[in-house]
T-cell receptor
Framework: EPEVTQTPSHQVTQMGQEVILRCVPI?????FYWYRQILGQKVEFLVS????????KSEIFDDQFSVERPDGSNFTLKIRSTKLEDSAMYFC??????????FGPGTRLTVT | KQEVTQIPAALSVPEGENLVLNCSFT??????LQWFRQDPGKGLTSLLL?????REQTSGRLNASLDKSSGRSTLYIAASQPGDSATYLC???????????FGTGTRLKVLA
């Protein structure tokens, strides 16, 4: 069964560094999402992406964040200058024209 | 603003018990509601999705109901097993948006 994959599974970075989290959505999906979960807290929506542009974003998704679909398979989340409070599990999700969103296993980002 | 609450926050039951997890949401203008399972440090596994026009969905030992007018959903797990131990998350998708709003989850432990 097709799955959403994410790399790396764990990323450690220093405060102020740029980080790129990578996702490979299910191949025929058209809608792509990023969510995050700070340890012990709720899963929070960050951004949705369709037709090569952001369709919706939350107040968390400020100028430090950007998303890109650089080719036909990858979907990336870039954090320009990481802060300690960016430490979280980041989940990528995708879907096509069904309501269900399919989530990846997540990337744990640790900012030191 | 949509708020999603899950009760109880934690639950410990002996194997074989039938149990009910509760989810409530403040805004009834939802597109659908999805129940997820999350194992420690892992991603989100979709269990059941209920469209706003539906009253319930079943998959194996799981049954989810939706009462949109009262802002409630329940997840019923029949004949619980130790392998059911995980955190169960409820998420609602607001009408006219792409994003899911998640609850804080119910941590379930099924004792052998």
């Amino acid at each position: 069964e097709p799955e959403v994959t994410q790399t790396p599974s764990h990323q450690v970075t220093q405060m102020g560094q740029e980080v790129i989290l990578r996702c490979v959505p299910i191949s025929n999906h058209l809608y792509f999402y990023w969510y995050r979960q700070i340890l012990g807290q709720k899963v929070e929506f960050l951004v949705s992406f369709y037709n090569n542009e952001i369709s919706e974003k939350s107040e968390i998704f400020d100028d430090q964040f950007s998303v890109e679909r650089p080719d036909g398979s990858n979907f990336t989340l870039k954090i320009r200058s990481t802060k300690l409070e960016d430490s979280a599990m980041y989940f990528c999700a995708s879907n096509r024209d069904t309501p269900e969103q399919y989530f990846g296993p997540g990337t744990r980002l640790t900012v030191t | 603003k949509q708020e999603v609450t899950q009760i109880p926050a934690a639950l410990s039951v002996p194997e074989g018990e039938n149990l009910v997890l509760n989810c409530s949401f403040t805004d009834s203008a939802i597109y659908n509601l999805q129940w997820f399972r999350q194992d420690p440090g892992k991603g989100l596994t979709s269990l059941l999705l209920i469209q706003s026009s539906q009253r319930e969905q079943t998959s194996g030992r799981l049954n989810a109901s939706l009462d949109k007018s009262s802002g409630r959903s329940t997840l019923y797990i029949a004949a619980s097993q130790p392998g059911d131990s995980a955190t169960y998350l409820c998420a609602v998708r607001i009408s006219g948006t792409y994003k899911y709003i998640f609850g804080t989850g119910t941590r379930l432990k099924v004792l052998a």
